[in-house]
């Protein structure tokens, strides 16, 4: 099975086109950030911090899985990363929850997907936006793509685009680590430093090995608050 791999990848890679190359697009870091503001709805927070029951981890199976299936793995293998005792153990949950977020794409999403890596890589992130917008016609209901979509607007500099696939990707899963991530980084290139840190507080408290030794969240405190005296 290919596409958990390649959503790995988009994820390195998207961050890393974003850190070279969305600056000089068109000054969108520092045009019209105000007007840009949309937030995410209130529900999605009221969702995402709602208590998980502990449960002991189970394997990704996918193959053949039921939806209510899916999910009550996703909630399992999620209670177990917020609980990992080293980055190695929350490494391999979090590679087993990307299967499971993207186990019920068809093979022709996979094929919009895999464009998009192309275009990416051919630095045509609009295209990328257009490929994954394609996907989300054919299976609105999934939420890794969303994600994607939110990803592909922060390099082509859609901040308000991004903003809103990650609301939108959250209210269908709020337990996955990777949106709240992506959101800390687009309130950070918003220049949104509180907003940046609560995102990212998510982080932790769904997986506190992401950030072990808190040098992230050092950082957007002083971002959110400036240097302590």
């Not at 899985?65 to 793995?73: K, L, R």
Request: charged share 25%.
């Amino acid at each position: 099975m290919r596409h958990p791999a390649l959503f790995g990848w988009l994820n390195t890679h998207v961050m890393r086109k974003t850190r070279f190359s969305a600056c000089r697009r068109n000054g969108f870091l520092f045009v019209g950030l105000c007007a840009i503001y949309a937030g995410l709805p209130a529900t999605v927070w009221a969702q995402a911090n709602a208590p998980t029951a502990p449960s002991a981890p189970l394997q990704a199976n996918t193959a053949t899985q039921h939806p209510s299936s899916v999910a009550e793995q996703i909630k399992q293998l999620s209670t177990a990363l917020a609980h990992a005792k080293t980055p190695e153990e929350a490494h391999g949950l979090q590679e087993k929850l990307e299967a499971l977020r993207s186990a019920k794409l068809s093979p022709t999403t996979q094929l919009l997907v895999r464009r998009a890596e192309k275009d990416l890589t051919t630095d045509k992130p609009d295209d990328a936006v257009e490929d994954i917008g394609d996907a989300l016609a054919l299976q609105p209901d999934q939420a890794i793509l969303w994600r994607t979509r939110a990803q592909m607007c922060l390099v082509a500099g859609d901040l308000k685009g991004a903003i809103t696939d990650i609301g939108e990707a959250l209210q269908r899963d709020p337990l996955d680590v990777e949106s709240w991530s992506l959101l800390a980084s687009v309130e950070e290139h918003r220049n949104d430093g509180k907003a940046a840190l609560k995102a990212w507080q998510k982080v932790l408290e769904l997986s506190p090995m992401t950030d072990r030794n808190h040098k992230r969240l050092d950082a957007l405190h002083i971002k959110a608050y400036g240097q302590p005296t």
